[in-house]
Structures are given as structure tokens and as C-alpha cells.
């Protein structure tokens, strides 16, 4: 199903060379949005007073590129962390942010904001606002960079692997993010019963309170309930089975799985990684 969103990241001739080259998009279109004025030149948009973004309009195949994986594109692509600002490109039509055509994208929109402000020392500014009405620019803007046989002026400004590399132990990261397992009954909080809060231990994000942990003869640490709103449970496929992924909702981390097994009035076994937690004291 074909799809519309519309990313703004600083100059529109940039922003639209890294999309062209994206696997799954159809189109891009470089305009103008977000603002008060009607039919918006270049010259007008570049007073700085029509509220307008330089933007790139996207339409993508949903069924072979997610609104989540366009995203990680553009987080990638810009420091979403300066307000109206992309290098030496300054005012309001330099600003971040994600114009959503549907409620889909509106959610991946401020997941990955918080699955981002990890990686950040400074706030994430993105806005992220339904899109109104969308301005096409010039024509001499379409394509720019590939009239003039260029690439594009956005390297990767960011890439979050690197990051998790870097921060991650080679243990840790085997675990959380090429989604490894330890061997069983050698977690540090397999046999552990202190209270307190089991954090994610690559982003920090409470995830179980030790209330919720139960003894199991697995061999990995068991708990019958997540915080609210802490984990995702998605589909794995590997090693010729079907089983419920368990991990962070703010950073995307591999925890463990998901089993109807449990001892408790809940029924649930949330199977855990000791490597993907990190433990803090009542």
C-alpha cells in the first residue's frame, strides 16, 4: 500500500537525495509546509517569516519500507537536537520535523523521538505535527544534487550501531542487539531476591519491579508482569520456532521471550536476559 509522510531536516535538496536512494520509497517531491502562507515562493520561504519548513514530501511502498525504518533514516541523516538549525543553515525553514499523513506514523513518529534522546546529550526539538497542506517547490529545486552530480550535502550524521558498539559491552551488546542468550543459570539475577527495580541496561528505562519476579528451573531470570508501558512484544521467527520477542520500548534492546508458562494468577513468563538488565536497590 502506497503512503505518504513528509520529513523536514534542514535543506530540502539534501533531505531529498538520501530518500531517492531509499529502498521501498516511490517518489520524492522537495516543497514547502507548516506554514501561514499560501502558495509560498523560495524567496518567500527564505524571509524567514512564513512559518514554512523546507520538507520533502515521501510516498513509500508500506510493504517494503516501515514509516519506523524511513524514520530511522532521518534521525539518522540530521542532528535533530538544534532548534531551526542544520549546520550553517539557520531559521525557522531549517527546523526538524515530521509532518504524518495517518495515527501510524504519528506513533512511530514519538517512539523513535524517545528511542533517540538516548543517544543525544541534548533534547530532541523534532516537531511532530499532521500534515495540513504541502506547497511543491520550484522546479529547479526537484532533484537538485543529481543535476549537478552530486551525492547529497547530509552524510550520516548519526549511527546508533556504532553507538551500542561503543557503550556496550561485547557481551551485552551480543545479547540486546544481535539478540544472543546466555547460557543458562550463569545470570547474576537468576537466584536473586533483593527488592528493587530491574532497569534496561542499555538505555536505563524501568522495566520489571522485583515484586513481579518469580524462582524459575529455566535457568534465566522469570517475572510475571512488565511495568507499564516498558516493553514490546513482537514476533521471532528463529531457530525454526514462533516465539514473543521481549524488548525495551524506548531503545528496541532484545531482552528475552514471552511464555504462557507462568506460576502466577497472571499466566506469564516473561523469560530475561540477566545481560539486559541492570538491577537498582529499593
Known amino acids: ?66 514509516a519506523e525504518e524511513l524514520l530511522d533514516i532521518f534521525f539518522s541523516a540530521h542532528d535533530p537536537t538544534t532548534k531551526n538549525r542544520q549546520g550553517f543553515d539557520t531559521g525557522t525553514q531549517y527546523r526538524s520535523a515530521i509532518f504524518y499523513t495517518d495515527e501510524t506514523q504519528s506513533k512511530a513518529a514519538r517512539e523513535k523521538i524517545n528511542e533517540y534522546s538516548v ?5 530532541i526539538v523534532t516537531e511532530v505535527v499532521k500534515l495540513e497542506k504541502f506547497y511543491p517547490a520550484e522546479q529547479y529545486h526537484q532533484k ?23 557503550k556496550l559491552s561485547k557481551e551485552r551488546y551480543n545479547i540486546m542487539r544481535q539478540k544472543g542468550t546466555e547460557k543458562p543459570f550463569s545470570g547474576k539475577y537468576v537466584k536473586f531476591d ?20 518469580f524462582n524459575t528451573q529455566c535457568g534465566w531470570p522469570g517475572f510475571d508482569k512488565a511495568l507499564p508501558d516498558a516493553v514490546k512484544i513482537q514476533k521471532d521467527y528463529s531457530h525454526f520456532m514462533v516465539r514473543d520477542e521481549v524488548i525495551c520500548s524506548r531503545c ?24 539486559a538488565v541492570d538491577f537498582e536497590k529499593e
Open 252 to 275: 528496541g534492546g532484545h531482552l528475552g521471550h514471552l511464555f504462557d508458562d507462568g506460576p502466577t494468577e497472571t499466566g506469564k513468563r516473561f523469560c530475561i536476559n540477566s545481560q
Open 119 to 123: 543517544f543525544f546529550k541534548d533534547p
Open 194 to 213: 533483593e527488592k528493587g527495580v530491574y532497569r534496561c541496561g542499555a538505555c536505563g528505562q524501568q522495566l520489571f519491579d522485583s515484586n513481579s519476579k
Open 144 to 166: 537538485y544534487f543529481k543535476k549537478q552530480g552530486r551525492i547529497s550535502c547530509h552524510p550520516e550524521f548519526f549511527d546508533k550501531e556504532k553507538f551500542w558498539k561503543k
Open 1 to 66: 500500500m502506497l503512503k505518504e509522510i513528509v520529513l523536514a531536516a534542514g535543506c530540502f535538496w539534501g533531505v531529498q537525495a538520501v530518500f531517492d536512494n531509499t529502498a521501498g520509497v516511490i517518489s520524492t517531491e522537495a516543497g514547502y509546509t507548516g506554514g501561514n502562507l499560501k502558495n509560498p515562493t523560495y524567496e518567500d520561504v527564505c524571509t524567514d517569516k512564513t512559518g514554512h519548513a523546507e520538507a520533502v514530501k515521501i510516498i513509500y511502498d508500506d510493504q517494503k519500507i516501515t
